[in-house]
Nanobody
Framework: QVQLVESGGGTVQPGDSLRLSCAAS????????MGWSRQAPGKEREFVAT????????LYADSAQGRFTIARDNAKNTMYLQMNDLKPEDTAVYYC????????????????WGQGTQVTVAS
């Protein structure tokens, strides 16, 4: 069992930056690939970014490529999502998740999820 807690969300203006954090407990994170997904009101949960167990490989959704950076610190059992140049369409609840071994861009393939943190981008 892995417990995940997201933090760092908030309300910002277009063009601003935010850094989300995901703190894990219960298991050693180095056994898991990790990822971020988001869900806007009335929409399905969508993939944002994923990172391999060691952090050596990453994958981004087209919407995140070039603006968001995923990172992890296994010694701190924490994952991050640095979000720059935020846009109103980035408004959503952001969730972190883990899955055994391999990265995935499919939210349904993740095993454990956090409760989410709200990000609102509005002028």
């Amino acid at each position: 069992q892995v417990q995940l807690v997201e933090s760092g969300g908030g309300t910002v203006q277009p063009g601003d930056s935010l850094r989300l954090s995901c703190a894990a407990s219960g298991r050693t994170l180095s056994n898991y690939a990790m990822g971020w997904s988001r869900q806007a009101p009335g929409k399905e949960r969508e993939f944002v970014a994923t990172i391999s167990r060691t952090g050596s490989s990453t994958l981004y959704a087209d919407s995140a490529q070039g603006r968001f950076t995923i990172a992890r610190d296994n010694a701190k059992n924490t994952m991050y999502l640095q979000m720059n140049d935020l846009k109103p369409e980035d408004t959503a609840v952001y969730y972190c998740a883990v899955r055994t071994l391999l990265m995935s861009s499919t939210p349904g393939r993740y095993d454990y999820w956090g409760q989410g943190t709200q990000v609102t981008v509005a002028s």
